[in-house]
């Protein structure tokens, strides 16, 4: 069974620019999380989808990023315009709806450098 | 006071020793606990999940829940090379986000 997948890998963009961020959750998971992990910190909770609702935004920074999950399969984050303190790990992670152990697979990451 | 606690290290061990991880979370209707292992430049991977007091072994791992003094402790026997990485201690209160701590790095020495 395929993981969470992410993509890119890697992002290098300058301030004011537009960056999309993709997740492709593990087949079949419902649940959907993204998060980030700015240098030197803990990695911290932006927001879960259930399928292709906004079950809680309510770690989002601002009105810069916006998240969707369309037809509750794959998950887009969009910042725009970036700036420098956007800069981190981006991790997305999924979780099956229907078990009661709560875990979560999470992805590679994508690493975002704006400069 | 952060939600979770854990020291950053470094945690050095020698090759064959127990290493003892711990994590203390500060809200108490935290329900579930979670072990992550993250090698650098790597995805979190999960490796322990808890839920009632008490240990709970799997192989090498043992976690361990006190939930009256809010804490969550990670046993690695036999420790190895390969165990070098930070381990992160997350909770949660019911399929709901997980809280990270800011993971305690581990450095096993042959």
């Known amino acids: 069974e395929a993981g969470v997948t992410q993509f890119p890998s890697h992002s290098v963009i300058e301030k004011g620019q537009t960056v999309t961020l993709r997740c492709d959750p593990i087949s079949g998971h419902d649940n959907l999380y993204w998060y980030r992990r700015v240098m030197g910190k803990e990695i ?3 927001l879960h989808f259930v399928k292709e609702s906004k079950q809680d935004e309510s770690g989002m920074p601002n009105n810069r990023f916006l998240a969707e999950r369309t037809g509750g399969t794959y998950s887009t984050l ?12 981006y991790f997305c992670a999924s ?9 979560q697979y999470f992805g590679p990451g994508t690493r975002l450098t704006v400069t | 006071q952060k939600e979770v606690e854990q020291n950053s290290g470094p945690l050095s061990v020698p090759e064959g020793a127990i290493a003892s991880l711990n994590c203390t979370y500060s809200d108490r209707v935290s329900q579930s606990f979670f072990w992550y292992r993250q090698y650098s430049g790597k995805s979190p991977e999960l490796i322990m999940s808890i839920y009632s007091n008490g240990d709970k072994e799997d192989g090498r791992f043992t976690a361990q ?4 003094s809010q804490y969550v402790s990670l046993l690695i026997r036999d420790s190895q090379p390969s165990d070098s990485a930070t381990y992160l201690c997350a909770v949660n ?7 990270f701590g800011t993971g305690t790095r581990l450095q096993v020495f042959p």
Not at chain 1, 80 to 86: G, H, I, R, Y
Not at chain 2, 65 to 68: E, R, V
Request: hydrophobic residues 35%.
């Open chain 1, 44 to 46: 911290k909770f932006l």
């Open chain 1, 78 to 89: 969009k910042v725009q315009p970036a700036e420098l303190e956007d800069s981190g790990v």
């Open chain 1, 95 to 103: 979780s099956d709806l229907g078990q009661t152990n709560y875990e």
């Open chain 2, 65 to 68: 829940l006190n939930k009256a």
């Open chain 2, 93 to 99: 209160k019911i399929a709901d986000k997980l809280i």
